[in-house]
T-cell receptor
Framework: EAGVAQSPRYKIIEKRQSVAFWCNPI?????LYWYQQILGQGPKLLIQ????????DSQLPKDRFSAERLKGVDSTLKIQPAKLEDSAVYLC???????????FGSGTQLSVL | DQQVKQNSPSLSVQEGRISILNCDYT??????FLWYKKYPAEGPTFLIS?????DKNEDGRFTVFLNKSAKHLSLHIVPSQPGDSAVYFC???????????FGTGTLLAVQP
């Protein structure tokens, strides 16, 4: 069974630039999550999709972050413009249904200079 | 407000001995607890879980204990192996919102 795929693996940008991350969940998984993990902290949920609808985006900084899940499969997370404090690992996860056991991708490590 | 706390950032254990990782929580609405393991440059992987109606769950070398009155859970690894060296995250599900809240993680180093 293929796991959760994420790209790119690493990204270095300057502040005020924009960046996008891509996630392909495990086939058949209805729920998709984007987490932000800052160094030394646990993963923090940014947004949760159920199929292509948003279930929870209460911790997404909507002035600069956006996410979409077209056709209820792949998802992209965008930051525009990036700030220094956005430096983190962005993890995508998927599960069969809401909050069922989560399967994580390897993450995208973002460095904002 | 840190609802799930892992107060030990790191732990070093000799191979073959027991590793005990601890986790404390504050929210009485948490009804399910999970442990995830994370190797460098990889995403977290599910390890073991426990429902709030139980006080122990065992899976091979891994056992999770839950003390609801103390709002404390622990993960025991016996015997510890060098391949267990990783960051371990405790996570708790809020029964009211279904949100999963992660702790800050504990880096376990198992010395050969």
């Amino acid at each position: 069974e293929a796991g959760v795929a994420q790209s790119p693996r690493y990204k270095i940008i300057e502040k005020r630039q924009s960046v996008a991350f891509w996630c392909n969940p495990i086939s058949g998984h209805a729920t998709l999550y984007w987490y932000q993990q800052i160094l030394g902290q646990g993963p923090k949920l940014l947004i949760q999709f159920q199929n292509n609808g948003v279930v929870d985006d209460s911790q997404l900084p909507k002035d600069r972050f956006s996410a979409e899940r077209l056709k209820g499969v792949d998802s992209t997370l965008k930051i525009q413009p990036a700030k220094l404090e956005d430096s983190a690992v962005y993890l995508c996860a998927s599960s069969l249904d809401t909050w069922e056991k989560l399967f994580f991708g390897s993450g995208t490590q973002l460095s904002v200079l | 407000d840190q609802q799930v706390k892992q107060n030990s950032p790191s732990l070093s254990v000799q191979e073959g001995r027991i590793s005990i990782l601890n986790c404390d929580y504050t929210n009485s609405m948490f009804d399910y607890f999970l442990w995830y393991k994370k190797y460098p440059a990889e995403g977290p992987t599910f390890l073991i879980s426990i429902s709030s109606i139980k006080d122990k769950n065992e899976d091979g070398r891994f056992t999770v204990f839950l003390n609801k009155s103390a709002k404390h859970l622990s993960l025991h690894i016996v015997p510890s192996q060098p391949g267990d060296s990783a960051v371990y995250f405790c996570a708790a599900k809020d029964g009211a919102t279904n949100k999963l809240i992660f702790g800050t993680g504990t880096l376990l180093a198992v010395q050969p």
